[in-house]
């Protein structure tokens, strides 16, 4: 299994303002994932992260909200840009084996209120 | 569309009543069955893959077993420090992303 480290873990930001959260793996998986957690719900995929290319985004995620770079196999950032109220979650990176249908790892995420 | 339903939302125990959490799946080749166990404030912490129907897995008080169309996670005994949100996602034929449950919150009272 993949040891996964987020930072910051939580942060308060004023509206308008950007966050880049960083997400750290301690071995080079290959897929790495960023997921949004609102409270009381499931997890909702906003991206993967491909390491060397644009990362490919989920529907009504998109990269001018949501930039991703992932300049190495074991680190990846995300940036939630120009943020408002409803941004407030927790946001959660995760990795994988490449190509496969094994489990996801996942980081302790990062807890985000925009105020 | 692949979807994943968990039941109940919410299951409140006493500590040592045993019972089971549900989690339906409809995906188009079932590739892969996952558990999680997700603390309050924290990322979700894995606890199983199951691949066919008719394999288990145990760890502790948890067994987890699966069919062609649903997964259940049994808990036996279950103590206070079992309280937590299990998350159940499945993995099909079309991606290697899981499609994930909403979750059931277990509370166990001591």
């Known amino acids: 299994s993949a040891v996964i480290s987020q930072k910051p873990s939580r942060d308060i930001c004023q509206r308008g303002t950007s966050l880049t959260i960083q997400c750290q793996v301690d071995?080079?998986?290959?897929?790495m994932f960023w997921y949004r957690q609102q409270p009381g719900q499931s997890l909702t995929l906003i991206a993967t992260a491909n390491q060397g290319s644009e990362a490919t985004y989920e529907s009504g995620f998109v990269i001018d909200k949501f930039p991703i770079s992932r300049p190495n196999l074991t680190f990846s950032t995300l940036t939630v840009s120009n943020m408002s109220p409803e941004d407030s979650s927790i946001y959660l990176c995760s990795s994988q084996r490449e190509s496969s249908y094994n489990e996801q790892f996942f980081g302790p995420g990062t807890r985000l209120t925009v105020l | 569309e692949d979807q994943v339903t968990q039941s109940p939302e919410a299951l409140r125990l006493q500590e040592g009543e045993s019972s089971s959490l549900n989690c339906s799946y409809t995906v188009s080749g079932l590739r892969g069955l996952f558990w999680y166990r997700q603390d309050p404030g924290k990322g979700p912490e894995f606890l199983f893959t199951?691949?066919?129907a008719g394999e288990e897995k145990e760890k502790e008080r948890l067994k987890a077993t699966l069919t062609k169309k649903e997964s259940f996670l049994h808990i036996t005994a279950p103590k206070p420090e079992d309280s937590a949100t299990y998350l159940c996602?499945?993995?099909?034929?079309?991606?290697?992303?899981?499609?994930f449950g909403r979750g059931t919150s277990l509370i166990v009272h001591p």
């Open positions: 071995s080079q998986v290959t897929m």
């Open positions: 199951l691949y066919s």
């Open positions: 996602a499945a993995t099909s034929g079309g991606s290697y992303i899981p499609t």
